[in-house]
């Protein structure tokens, strides 16, 4: 088995313990979940969502934990405003200029630990492809996707 497929198979293993753990906690909050009021619909604070990221090597793999929290609403679009298409980039994204959207973006969105847009934009320029975009995509999905856990049928 070479490196790589060593660092996969850790890898895939590390991610469906964390999905197995997820999965009994969200059955463990169901079993003991009330009724919710206006109140707590009101309330509710941001979308949050742990990443594990891997600080070690590919031969000596460690994990780091880094969370991730939603925006609100407006502070989205104001941000996504913020950052308005290049006209002349070579890959036109129709809603962003996802060169300079992405760092704002993650630098809002990482909440442990404090991230600066400048820091960010080392992130966003400097890491591999796939990891920077992998963060990205994960500030993306908790700002616009879905905050509710389908339960089945109730």
Known sequence: MTKQETQERHEESYQERLMREREEKRD???????????????????????????VGTDDDPEYAKVIVKGLKRKDYRELLDAHTPDPTDDEPNPD????????????????????????????????????SMTLYAACVNVCVGSRLEVLGKG
């Open 96 to 131: 962003e200029n996802t060169e300079t959207f992405a760092p704002a973006l993650i630098s809002a969105c990482v909440d442990e630990p404090k991230v600066t847009v400048e820091d960010a934009t080392t992130i966003w320029e400097e890491w591999p492809r796939e990891e």
């Open 28 to 54: 463990e909050a169901l079993s003991s979940a009330r009724g919710a009021t206006l109140d707590d619909l009101i309330k509710r604070r941001s979308n949050r969502l742990t990443l594990a990221l891997n």
